[in-house]
């Protein structure tokens, strides 16, 4: 951060288009984001002014769900539209379980890459992927998944808030089969999406779209949740909202997400 509050510039970032993963960040109270992307914030807050809550409910079930893969013998993880770091990341909580967990995560966002890098520099067992989620070949040949996950192996991959990015015509269940289908039995995948019944979401989606942010919103029911997840088994509690999820107690209680963890049997 410079002493005005902006994030410093880095090369290949445009700071004037809004960022899904900047205002991600902005939600959840960090400070790597530039006043384009708290300006176009701000309006989601006007739609949605549970949005900060939300964030953060979705963060917590992220950290349940790894957990609760990680339970299950799970030591391999993917995490396809990683976001800016934050405390708890994917590869802190899965080594809770198994000191040697390794991870990759993946990004389209430059700043999200650098960042990323920075944090797990010293880290052997966590790599960085700069690729997006429509280029599943992209992702499963990189040198870096193949040096640190072995795809003869479960592995996890999770669509934490990003397949919600994604339009219709870019057929976001095909993309979750590309990646499952180069997975072994026993792969799991942790998933969350922007809920359709929660009617404010659609004024989300709005202000997304008019604020020229780096990718769409396009909120789903509970069915078209369900349907990305075609071919695979839905564990117990099925497809819930963010805090319906094998809940520890004390979630903030909110509708505006759906979220499931399914197996490949």
Known sequence: MTDSGEASSMPGVDTTTPSVARMYDYFLGGKD?????????EEVVKALP???????????FLQRAVRYVAGRGIDQFLDIGTGLPTQGNVHQIAR??????????????????????????TDKRTGIVHADVRDPDKVLD????????????????????????????????????RF????????????????????????????YRSQSASAPLVARTRDQVTALLDGL???????????????????YITNAGWTAVASKA
């Not at 984001?33 to 914030?41: F, L, T």
């Not at 379980?97 to 430059?110: G, L």
């Not at 998944?145 to 015509?169: G, Q, T, W």
């Not at 099925?238 to 094998?246: A, D, E, S, T, Y």
């Open 96 to 121: 809770e379980e198994h000191p040697e967990a390794r991870v990759v995560y993946v990004d389209n966002d430059p700043m999200v890459v650098v960042h990323a890098r920075a944090l797990v520099a």
């Open 142 to 177: 990189d040198p870096q998944v193949h040096r640190l996950i072995d795809l003869r192996r479960p592995v996890c991959v999770l669509f934490v808030a990003v397949l919600h990015f994604l339009s219709d015509a870019e057929d976001p269940g095909a993309l979750v089969r």
């Open 50 to 60: 549970t949005v900060e809550g939300v964030a953060r409910a979705n963060r917590a």
């Open 180 to 207: 499952t289908d180069a997975l072994p039995e026993g792969s799991f995948v942790i998933l969350s999406h922007a809920a359709a019944e929660e009617l404010r979401n659609e004024q989300v989606g709005e202000t």
């Open 233 to 251: 088994t839905i564990v117990e509690p099925g497809v819930v909202p963010l805090h319906k999820w094998r809940p520890y107690g004390g979630e």
């Open 33 to 41: 984001n530039y006043a384009s992307d708290r300006v176009a914030a």
